[in-house]
């Protein structure tokens, strides 16, 4: 089985969501002792463009950044990898923060917003022309924090999906869900509005239980196989064509486990495949941004047509390396998750 798509995918991936400064304690050092911080840029939706458009696959980002110095040198901090930024708008006050306090083995990384009043929170939906916008778009990515932000670009994001459907463009949607910016119920309520309008989901078995009243693992844990049932369930339910999970536990010394399920459907909708990754442990140096890495695999194999396997293969690996970088951008090339993806190791003095 190939791509669940009946056409081919060719033109930009669209990636739709807030530019944002990222502010790094030092080091290991917590909030209260850190006295300067290191800065780059992010964004889930603008990691998903950086990381395609490194792997050389067209991607653009639709956002807006203040029109001063300091918006600029974000847009400068995509372009350098090849994102089309020329569809950013230029406006408002200023750009959304986060500050992350780095983990060590015994304490997880803590990250605390500033982002209202960002130029993307008062953005407006008149503002965003989608047919332009999406002018020779294949595909269209954005995340949980989208509608998070608040009502408008909620509605700035129901009008792109309305002229995805329109015109038969693919849209994938990562839950990303964030506590810190709505309850539970509030997210719950809008991803069930937008699941109908959606063709791949990024998410969890949790996601699945919490967001879309899939029935919880009488497991009381996630296995390979509640996390099969969970796929099915949540397939059954809705049209999407592709469902990928990722689980991830970490003990008292900070080790991760983590793994990846896929649900892709055929081209006739009636039947689906599931795979799944083996556990894979690991320390990571930064886990932020590993998750828009598994959505950018994910999106390059979906589009490139490759069986379900090869997808997940590709894109686990792109995020258990992602774990090996600070900051949000996964910065690894092709034959690097190739290699990884296939079995091989890249823990040897490369020369």
């Known amino acids: 089985m190939l791509s669940p798509f009946e056409v081919p995918l060719t033109g930009p991936v669209v990636c739709f969501g807030e530019a944002l400064l990222r502010l790094d304690t030092p080091g290991n050092k917590r909030f209260l002792q850190a006295d300067q911080f290191l800065a780059s840029y992010a964004g889930g939706e603008a990691n998903v463009a950086v990381a395609l458009s490194y792997w050389g696959l067209p ?145 969890s078995e949790q996601d699945a239980t919490q967001f879309f009243e899939v029935p919880a693992s009488t497991a009381g844990h996630s296995t390979p196989e509640s996390r099969e049932q969970s796929l099915r369930a949540l397939a059954d339910r809705t049209s999407l064509k592709a469902i990928l999970y990722s689980h991830r536990t970490v003990n008292d010394l900070g080790v991760h486990r983590y793994c990846a399920s896929l649900l892709a459907r055929s081209n006739s909708q009636v039947s689906a495949t599931v795979v799944h990754t083996a556990n894979q442990e690991l320390m990571p140096i930064d886990r932020i941004g590993t998750g828009d890495a598994l959505a950018a695999g994910l999106i390059r194999g979906l589009l490139l047509g490759h069986a379900p396997r090869e997808v997940l293969d590709f894109a686990f690996a792109a995020a258990l390396l992602k774990h090996s970088i600070e900051g949000d951008f996964a910065l690894v090339n092709v034959p690097e998750i190739q290699r990884l993806a296939t079995g091989g190791s890249l823990t040897q003095v490369r020369r």
């Open 59 to 203: 991607a653009r980002l639709v956002s807006k950044v203040p029109a001063h110095e300091l918006g600029a040198a974000c847009l400068k901090a995509y372009q350098a990898y090849g994102v089309d930024t020329s569809h950013v708008i230029r406006g408002g006050k200023r750009l959304g923060i986060f500050f992350v306090e780095n983990s060590t083995s015994l304490r997880g990384p803590q990250v605390l917003y500033d982002r209202a009043g960002s130029s993307f929170a008062e953005s407006k939906p008149e503002e965003y022309h989608w047919p332009d916008l999406l002018e020779g778009a294949c595909w269209f990515h954005f995340t949980g924090t989208v509608p998070a932000v608040g009502p408008e670009t909620k509605a700035a994001l129901l009008e792109a999906l309305t002229l995805c459907r329109q015109r038969g463009i693919v849209v994938s949607f990562d839950v990303g869900y964030r506590s810190a910016l709505w309850s539970v119920d509030e997210a719950g309520k809008v991803f069930r509005e937008l699941i109908p309008w959606v063709d791949v989901l990024i998410g």
